[in-house]
Nanobody
Framework: QVQLVESGGGLVQAGGSLRLSCAASGRTISMYTMGWFRQAPGKEREFVAAVVWSIGITYYTDSVKGRFTISRDNAKNTVYLQMNSLKPEDTAVYYC????????????????WGQGTQVTVSS
């Protein structure tokens, strides 16, 4: 069982930055893959980034490469999403997710989800 709580969302102008945090609690968190997803109004949920906790391998969707960075702090059991050069099309509810291991690939098969945090980027 893993509990996830996101924070750090807000309203920002295009070109600005936000840092999202996801605090995780539960057993054997070091064995998990942690991911960030987002869902814009009227759109399907979209994969954004993921990190394999134990070894630090990261993955990104093409639209955020060079702008977003996923990282983790083992001491705090927290994963971060640093978002720079934000664009209006980044506006969405951002969700933290977790799964045991890496089966299914970095984009799929997540078992645990946070409640989401709103990111709004204005023009």
């Amino acid at each position: 069982q893993v509990q996830l709580v996101e924070s750090g969302g807000g309203l920002v102008q295009a070109g600005g930055s936000l840092r999202l945090s996801c605090a995780a609690s539960g057993r054997t968190i070091s064995m998990y893959t942690m991911g960030w997803f987002r869902q814009a109004p009227g759109k399907e949920r979209e994969f954004v980034a993921a990190v394999v906790w134990s070894i630090g391998i990261t993955y990104y969707t093409d639209s955020v490469k060079g702008r977003f960075t996923i990282s983790r702090d083992n001491a705090k059991n927290t994963v971060y999403l640093q978002m720079n050069s934000l664009k209006p099309e980044d506006t969405a509810v951002y969700y933290c997710a977790a799964k045991m291991g890496t089966r299914g690939g970095p984009r799929n098969s997540y078992d645990y989800w946070g409640q989401g945090t709103q990111v709004t980027v204005s023009s």
